[in-house]
Nanobody
Framework: QVQLEESGGGLVQAGGSLRLSCAAS????????MGWFRQAPGKEREFVAA????????SYADSVKGRFTISRDNAKNTVYLQMNSLKPEDTAVYYC????????????????WGQGTRITVSS
C-alpha cells in the first residue's frame, strides 16, 4: 500500500514556474514507477509525465515536453514536477500516481493516487 500526498500548487502568472512535490509513504518507493496526471475543469484526466523506478527513464505528454521536468529522490520517497513557462491551459488539478515497476502513460495502469493539488495559471 502506498499513500501519496501532493504539495506545491497555487496561483501563478503565465510564463511563471512552480514545482510540485509528491511524498510517498512506505519503504518500497523505489519499486514504483511514478506519474503525474492532470484534470482541467470540464475535461477528462490526462497524462502529464512519468518516471521509472530508478529515474533513468521519463515520459512526457507532447503538451508539456520541454517545459516540465519530472524527477525523483528515492532517499526522500518523493517525486517532483518542475513546471516552467506555464500557460493558462496548464490550469488543472494535478495528481500524483504510482504503480509497481513499469512506467506507463495510461491512467488505468496506476494503482495509487493522491488527492490532487490545484494549479491556476492566470493570463
Amino acid at each position: 500500500q502506498v499513500q501519496l500526498e501532493e504539495s506545491g500548487g497555487g496561483l501563478v502568472q503565465a510564463g511563471g514556474s512552480l514545482r510540485l512535490s509528491c511524498a510517498a509513504s512506505g519503504r518500497t518507493f523505489s519499486t514504483y514507477a511514478m506519474g503525474w496526471f492532470r484534470q482541467a475543469p470540464g475535461k477528462e484526466r490526462e497524462f502529464v509525465a512519468a518516471i521509472s523506478m530508478s529515474g533513468d527513464t521519463t515520459s512526457y505528454a507532447d503538451s508539456v515536453k520541454g517545459r516540465f521536468t519530472i524527477s525523483r529522490d528515492n532517499a526522500k520517497n518523493t517525486v517532483y514536477l518542475q513546471m516552467n513557462s506555464l500557460k493558462p491551459e496548464d490550469t488543472a488539478v494535478y495528481y500524483c500516481t504510482a504503480r509497481r515497476f513499469l512506467v506507463s502513460r495510461v491512467e488505468g495502469a496506476y494503482d495509487y493516487w493522491g488527492q490532487g493539488t490545484r494549479i491556476t495559471v492566470s493570463s
